[in-house]
Structure formats: C-alpha cells, structure tokens
C-alpha cells in the first residue's frame, strides 16, 4: 500500500497544456500544478500566461488557482 502511495503521489498533475501543467481539482476546474517533487518544476520558464480555461479530454476547465510550490 505505501509503494502504491508513493507512486500516486509522484505525479502532481493530471496534464499538460502548453508550458503548463495542471491539477483537475472539480468537474470543471483545474489549478496550475507544480511537475514533482524535483527542484527542476518549470526550470527555464521565465514567463507565463495563465489562461482563464484550458481544454483538456473534451472538457474546458476554468484555471482557478496556482497549486502550492508550483513555481
């Protein structure tokens, strides 16, 4: 069960879109997400654009919030 946990919880996001990733947080919302546990999220990324909503797997999100640690 602890292997199963540590797997899950590797991946801190559900997708990517564009430069970012994101975390589904609702039917309709997502938050930018940060990419692990590694101190390599968004390294060389020196600008971005945070959209309103982002489609992903036939559903359009709303972007709601920046997850914590994400940049």
């Known amino acids: 069960m602890?292997?199963?946990?540590t797997a899950l919880s590797a991946?801190?996001?559900?997708?990517q879109s564009g430069d970012l990733y994101?975390?589904?947080t609702s039917d309709s919302t997502v938050e930018v997400a940060?990419?692990?546990?590694?101190?390599?999220?968004y390294q060389g990324l020196?600008?971005?654009t945070i959209p309103a909503t982002v489609p992903y797997?036939?559903?359009t999100y709303?972007?709601?919030s920046i997850g914590y640690r994400a940049f």
């Open 22 to 24: 994101y975390k589904i």
């Open 46 to 48: 020196t600008t971005a």
């Open 11 to 15: 991946q801190a996001y559900d997708f």
């Open 34 to 41: 940060y990419l692990s546990k590694s101190s390599d999220n």
């Open 57 to 59: 797997d036939g559903t």
């Open 2 to 5: 602890a292997v199963l946990l």
């Open 62 to 64: 709303s972007v709601t």
